[in-house]
Nanobody, 122 residues
Framework: QVQLVESGGGLVQAGGSLRLSCAASGRTLSPYSMGWFRQAPGKEREFVALITPSGNSTYYANSVKGRFTISRDIAKNTVYLQMNSLKPEDAAVYYC???????????????WGQGTQVTVSS
């Protein structure tokens, strides 16, 4: 059993930055690939970024590539999403997830956090 808790969301102006954190308890995250997903009102949950267990490989959705950075701190059992140059279309509830494989499909992830709200004003 892995419990994930996201934090760091809030209100930011377009062009600003936020750093989201996903803290785990109950078990180490070291065996898992980690993903960030987001869901805006009226839309399906979409892939944002992923990172492999070692942290050596990352992958991003085209919509955030070059602006967002995913990272992990194994010692702190935490994964991060640094979001720069935020746009109004980035507004959503952001979720972190842990899974056995580094894939972009949300249904392949086993453990999920409750989400943190990101609001971007224009």
């Amino acid at each position: 059993q892995v419990q994930l808790v996201e934090s760091g969301g809030g209100l930011v102006q377009a062009g600003g930055s936020l750093r989201l954190s996903c803290a785990a308890s109950g078990r180490t995250l070291s065996p898992y690939s980690m993903g960030w997903f987001r869901q805006a009102p009226g839309k399906e949950r979409e892939f944002v970024a992923l990172i492999t267990p070692s942290g050596n490989s990352t992958y991003y959705a085209n919509s955030v590539k070059g602006r967002f950075t995913i990272s992990r701190d194994i010692a702190k059992n935490t994964v991060y999403l640094q979001m720069n140059s935020l746009k109004p279309e980035d507004a959503a509830v952001y979720y972190c997830a842990a899974g056995q494989r580094a894939v972009v499909t949300s249904t392949r992830y086993t453990y999920w956090g409750q989400g943190t709200q990101v609001t971007v004003s224009s």
